[in-house]
């Protein structure tokens, strides 16, 4: 990659994201089509980047930091507060969604590895599109936006376990139980630093200046993604609990602010990257997996709105809402795709539908969903009569 | 009066308070992790939509909080007082930063003789200073609680400001 081809990546990055801005969409649909478009493969009118080492690289920084600051977000303590409301509505997604994304994978692949990754990519909804859209559309004093984030906050959970294995997961029975082994010992021990070492982890990182509190913090989070990847296990782990170590040691929000603007440029190459590898050629083939994952996205989705919902003494109105907010899939549906990329004991074809698959299903869920949920207090008067309450 | 003030925990997002005013009015304050505050008003508990979306940034969430809490105007109970005062009243006056008393005793001050005003207390972080005595010190920051007739008062304030001399 060239600084001239760098050049144009960036300004159409920009121009793209801006567009989607204007509609009110999230910008993660808009940098994949950047890819897509800029990408070796169909459409080809445009094709000025090829996937190499220097795209390799820039993703896998791009991935770390997502996960980063996804791990900073994650104290424990949180969690711990937060759990009661979380358990319900969380664990109706995961049986529904994952349930009716593991159809769709065993419809795709048959029953393998493969058909677990799909489940996965299906299950998972994008916090960070439901958030900034919850926020843009003047949601967060709504009832049901507390369950749309506890279920988000659960499928994060859930998720971080699925990223253990699924980059190197899936040889044999043994391999998969070893690696998930190596995966639990991993995080609890990183659990374990968070609680004890974090403080003092803290309070040196405090004492730095800022140039070297930079380079430092920077170096933990790679350093721990490359142990992670020593281990056998994906540097996304490692980066998650970094993140997750950093999170209970006081210099958190320092690390955020410090940090916003280099996980939102490598972020946007990150998802850039991966979609330099999406075929659209391929939609021959991915093309009713797409359609029929999207339709169970809507179904699945707004089903788990109803459930849960009801079950929160929500209204039918307010359950519709709800569900419109987990209809869109994003950032961990493309890391998911991005890790098994990696994974060798999927083979080739499969590796390049399921990034095929996810770059395309993230495309429609992110722009189709959020125009749903856009929507759907206005479906709600109409498909729900008003009951007036005064 | 009782209210109901919900509170809820938005995971990724903040906390979440809200109640209902006596009118019907939905008030919900959002506060994001980092810090931001959002006030959203649904005109009627039932709305779908909120009829207004304040967007506030730390220090502007906090203004708008002392002013809502009556930190630049007297509280009721005060005027409540005032009834009872008769002309007197009872003013909470904030030393200019300025004004040129700062640093002098009470009692160097003298502003019983010179406006006609007591000062009754000293409001100051940490601590007030309740019954204000002859050798307290006027410090920068500080609020002045005074009793004095109306007019008595407006010149105290003239006072405060410009200093001995200049006034009359």
């Known amino acids: 990659m060239t600084l001239a ?46 996937p190499s080492e220097v795209t390799a690289f820039v993703a896998e920084v791009g991935l770390i930091f997502l996960l980063f600051f996804l791990g900073l977000e994650f104290s424990v303590e949180r969690l711990v507060r937060s759990g009661r409301h979380v358990g319900l509505g969380g664990a109706l997604d995961l049986l529904v969604n994952a349930g009716l994304g593991a159809l769709v994978g065993v419809a795709a692949f048959g029953f393998s590895f493969a058909a677990i990754v799909l489940a996965a990519c299906i299950y998972v909804s994008s916090s960070a599109i439901a958030v900034k859209a919850l926020i843009d559309f003047r949601r967060l004093a709504d009832d049901e936006t507390d369950l749309v ?16 294995f699924v980059a190197t997961g899936g040889g044999g ?28 982890i803290g309070r040196l990182l405090s004492r730095l200046e800022l140039e070297f509190f930079l380079l430092a913090v920077f170096g933990f989070v790679v350093g721990m993604s490359a142990l992670a990847k020593q281990l056998d296990l994906s540097d996304a782990v490692g ?47 991915v093309g009713w997996i797409v359609l029929l994952a999207v339709i169970v996205t809507f179904v699945g989705k707004t089903g788990v709105g109803f459930l849960a919902g009801g079950l929160g003494r929500l209204t039918a109105r307010q359950s519709l809402n709800a569900g419109a907010a987990l209809v869109a899939h994003g950032e961990f549906t493309v890391i998911l795709a991005q890790l098994a990329a990696g994974n060798l004991a999927l083979t080739v074809s499969q590796r390049g539908d399921i990034a095929a698959f996810a770059g395309l299903y993230v495309l429609a869920t992110a722009t189709l969903g959020v125009v749903f949920m856009k929507e759907s207090k206005v479906l709600g008067r109409r498909l729900f009569s008003v009951r007036v309450v005064d | 009066m009782t209210f109901d003030l919900k509170q809820t925990r938005l995971p990724g997002v903040g906390v979440k308070y809200g109640f209902t005013t006596a009118s019907g009015s939905r008030v919900t304050v959002i506060q994001h992790n980092d810090g931001d505050r959002d006030v959203y008003v649904h005109r009627r508990a039932s709305d779908d939509d909120p ?17 809502l809490g009556g930190a ?40 019983r003789v010179r406006a006609g005003v007591t000062v009754i207390a000293i409001l100051r972080d940490p601590e007030p200073v309740s019954g204000a005595q002859p050798d307290d010190v006027i410090k920068q920051g500080d609020t002045l609680v005074v ?22």
């Open chain 1, 173 to 200: 029975l043994g391999e998969t139980a070893r690696v998930s082994a190596t995966a639990l010992l991993f995080v609890f021990a990183s659990l374990a630093a968070s609680r004890w070492l974090g403080p003092a």
């Open chain 2, 51 to 67: 009829a207004v979306v304040l967007e506030l940034a730390d220090d502007e969430a906090r203004q708008l909080g002392a002013l």
């Open chain 2, 147 to 168: 009793v004095g007739k109306a007019g008595q008062v407006r010149d105290f304030r003239r006072l405060l400001t410009a200093g001995p001399d200049e006034s009359a």
């Open chain 1, 149 to 164: 984030l506890a279920i988000l906050l659960f499928e994060d959970i859930a998720i971080a376990a699925v990223l253990g």
């Open chain 2, 72 to 111: 630049y105007e007297r509280p009721r109970i005060v005027e409540e007082l005032e009834m009872a005062l008769g002309e007197l009243s009872i003013e909470w006056t904030p030393v200019p930063e300025t004004s040129p008393w700062i640093g002098r005793t009470l009692a160097d001050c003298a502003f």
């Open chain 1, 5 to 50: 081809e760098l050049s144009v990546t960036i300004a159409l990055l920009g121009v793209l994201g801006l567009v989607a801005g204007r509609f009110g969409l999230s910008a993660i649909p808009a940098y994949l089509l950047a890819g897509i478009i800029l990408g070796p493969n169909e459409p080809k009118f445009l094709s000025l980047v090829q």
């Open chain 1, 239 to 285: 980066a998650l609990m970094a993140g997750i170590v950093l999170s209970d040691s006081g210099v958190r929000e320092e690390i955020e602010q410090r940090f916003f603007a280099l996980r939102d440029v490598f972020g946007a190459l990150f998802f850039f990257a991966f979609a330099l590898t999406i075929d659209v050629a391929k939609i021959g083939e």
